[in-house]
Structure formats: C-alpha cells, structure tokens
C-alpha cells in the first residue's frame, strides 16, 4: 500500500513539471442539490487529465536503461498520451496498445506527443505484454502500479489544501488508480472526509471486484465515458479501494451526458465524459447527502472527441 | 474619464461579491504562435461573463430611490443576465431590451435570473428609452457609463497581478466597455504594456468611431460573437480607447471559430465566441507579435448557444 510519505515524496518528484490544478466552486451547480460544490479541474493538467501525475513519478525513479529501451502501455488514451509526452521529456517514446474503437481525437494526441498507436480489438494486457516481450520494453501500467497511485495521490494533497472543511470527495474509476491515490492521501490525512467512487454501470468492474473479492475482469466494457471503460481491475488498485473507500456507486451514460452538459453550461469547463461521472452521481441520486454537505467532485480529464460533444446538444 | 483611483474603488466596492478569476497559460497554444500565451478566464465569472464586475460597481453607487424603480437596459445577453442577477441581489428588477436574434440561452439566462427580456427587431437604444420613460425605470447602460468602465477594469489589475511581466495584452471590443476599463488601469500602471482590441470585421463600429474621431452607429451588425455585434460606441468608451488603447484589429467569423475550437480542444475552456476573438486575433495573423512575447488573450464569456458548439466540430 502506498503512504503519505510517498504520496509526499511523488509530489517533490513531479513539481513543477506539472500543474497545480485549481479548484472551482459552482454555486449554480451546488444550489439546486442543497450542496456546497467544487470542482477539482485536473482537465486542466498537463496533456489534458491527471494522468501525469503517476506516469512522472513513475519515469523519475526508473534506471536509465529501462527508459532508453522505451515504454509500452494500455490505454484509452490520456494514459498514453501522459506516457508518451513523459517519454519524449526524457529523450525515449511509448508505444500505446488502444482499443479499436478509442476516441480519434485520443489517438491522435498520442502521436501528437511523439507516441505509437497500436489499435487492436483484442485484450489490450495480453497485446501490449505480447509487444513488451517481442521488443524488449519497458511496461508502464495504466493503474496498477504503487508509483502510479501514489503520483496520481497528490491530487489528494491539493484537494485538502484547497478545501479544507471538505465533506466528501467524488472520484471517477476506471482502473481504480486515480481513487486509490486520492483517497490514500485523504483518509491518511482526513479520515473523517468520505470518499466515494463512481462507474458506469456498463464497465463495472471496480464493483465487481469488490463483490468477489478478487480484480475481476470485464470483456469490451463500453461507456459513453470512455475513459471509465477499463477491462479490468488492478490487484493494488482494489486493495487500496477496500481500504481507503467508502463507497462505489453506478451512474449509466444518460446522466453522465446530462452532467457534461450541466458542467459546459453552468461551471464552463470543455470536460470529457469521464470527467463528469462524479456530479452525474449526485444529480442523478445514485450519491444523496446531507444537505449543506461541502463535496468536491473530481473532473478528471477533458479530451472531448468532437463526436460526444455533438452528441451533448 | 477614469483614474486608477475610480479602479482601485471599484475593486474594493465590488469585493467578495463577484470571483477574482484566473489566468491560464497555454503552452499548446502558445509555442505554435511563438509566445508566451494566457489566458484572463473571465468566463468563469458570476452568470459567465465579465459584466457583473462593472455592473455591481455602478448598482453600489445608485440611490436607494433609483434602485427600487427598477432597472432597464439594452444587451445582446451578457450585460442583462449580470445586471438582472445583480438587481436581484438588491430586491430589484431589470427589464433587458434584446435583439430578436439574441441567442436563446442568453434570454433564458435574463428570466433565470430574475429578469424580464423584450426582443426587439427595431434600434435597442432606442426601445430602452421608450420604455424606461414610460415605465419610469433606471437606465443603466451597457458600456458606457464610467463607474461600468471602472468595474470593468478591476480585470486589468488582476491581469497585472497574475502576469506582472506581460508585454501585450489583447482585449474584444463589442461598445467598449471592457477595454475601456482594462487598457485604463493597464497604461495608468505600466504605459509600456500594449494594448490591443479586436472587433469583428462585420461589426466594427469602434473602428469606424475610430476613423471619423465620434462615436458610430451600425444598423444590425451580426457576427458569431453576438456578445461584439455592439450597434453603437459610446462617447466615453471612444474616449478611453482614443486614449488608452494602441490599435484596434479586425477578425472575422471563420476566424473565431477556428480560435474558439483551439480555446475548447486544448485550453478546455467552454468559451463563448467573443471570448476566442483574442486569439483568433493572434492564430489568423491580424496581430504579429516577435518571438517570446508574453500576451495575455481576454477571454470575456462563456455563455455559449447550443447552437455555435454546434457549428465548431
């Protein structure tokens, strides 16, 4: 399990090669609910979400020869993206095992930053470990991976920083990595605040897993929130859910539409799906609080493909 | 015309009741252009623009007597929405005179408010007057008006703050209000910084005002940016930009598109189109800048039809 002094120690690894990422209150948002809202605006990071936080502070503590072998990794996108944009920081590059159907734009800015694309309709785990061994690389896993939470942690520290009297915080999961370190940074220092996390109801696989026991394993999830349709869960990232989490809860792509369309509009941030999942819990009642509850939503990313944002009007 | 002192009061009346709103620097849209790249997020002002700022300063200042008449004014959108949210805050009412063609979420945001819109296709100034003497109510001008100018450049202080070595900073112009104030508290503390503005080229009535040394009229000037399709400039706004302002430049709508799109998909800012007409200004060449320079781009709103996203993927 990650602990505050890594979670501390990520923090004086990436700063300054990332962003402090404000925190919006949005008072037209928060009114209608009774709540107290924020905003935690990681979109506005470094390549377009919190990614590079753990992908930073992984890459700074590898020996030089891993990283002159160059990275292979799975993603949606904005972990590749993250990767290949850290990799050519240092002089190498990263391949990207994607799904077939990831977003264009995604793609696309993973080549932007100097990345290869590898698209494939099978299991990405099984491909990119099949070009890991093939070409000598060095893996870089999108969440399950203690430097990896303990990077994307940090985002915890700014959040209690920021918010101080924070009541709950509301994270989106996909692989579970971007909550294990949020919430291992919140309930090491604040166990009093709640952290719940939210999944689409068609890639629940963080729920699944929580009901086993075990990470489980979904085939082809599929989300309007693209970034939340991870296949599988992680072995650290579920044990650090079941330690550090309250509660996950499930919200279908209805209300993750209706709240990315509420964020535009009303608090004027261009998120991604994903991004929106956690208010999308609270205005669709999966998550219901106390009224006067000060929450924090986490906006995790805002690498929009044209395509839902047509979709969103 | 306004002093740095008038600002600086401004600032101090307005305090707390409006948000002190951030810059953001855009290393992905800057590098391309050569420059160093922020941006003044003024959209994430109260009811989404800039105006509640000059507004508030000129409702702290009125009468009681005046203020329990009620309030009328003239406003593609912005203006009414902040002046109406603004006289509820005071136990009054405002009655928004609009273009027909005003964007319909513009209207919705003057009754969410509290407000009362009537859409006109005739002259709005004109109809304003009409029903402020029948209904005996007080006008409270859009631009030009000093304590509305002085409110506004509360937002040049802040930029000088946030980005104490700027070089440039490139302002829309709808009736001038906004560059008004900003380039006033800009070259009344550091005459070195340029000052730009940027109309659109199909309503370009301070250009014009500019030309002939007295404030112009335009019969139904439309752009994209329906928030600078100003009819008219105003004595006082001509002043300060004669004054304050180097030189103004014009864009046209495919321009702003194009910047608007760029503002979305990299700066991930749901900006509305006036709020992209600084950069668009930069991105079609209007405005040349040497190599390095530190621009700030004013991005004014966000309060962005369904129907313009639409249009921009």
Redesign the interface.
Known sequence: MITLASIRAARKRIAGAVHRT?T?CSASLGAPLGLTLEFKAE??QKT?SFKVRGVLNKLRQLPREDIDRGFITLSAGNHGAALAWAAAGVGSRATVVMPAHAVT?KVEAVKAYGGEPVLTTGPLLEEARRIQTARNLTMVHPFDDLDIIAGHGTAGLEILEDSPDVDVVIVPIGGGGLISGIAAAIKLKKPNVQVIGVEPVTADVMTRSLASGKPERMDQPRSVADGLAAPFAGEHTLAHVQKFVDRVVLVDDEAILKALRAI??R?????EPAGAAALAALMSGAIVLPKGTRVVCVVSG?N?S?AT??Q??
């Open positions: 404000p919006f979109l506005f377009g734009s535009f509009e608090a004027k941030l261009a998120a805002g929009l044209p944002l047509k969103l009007f």
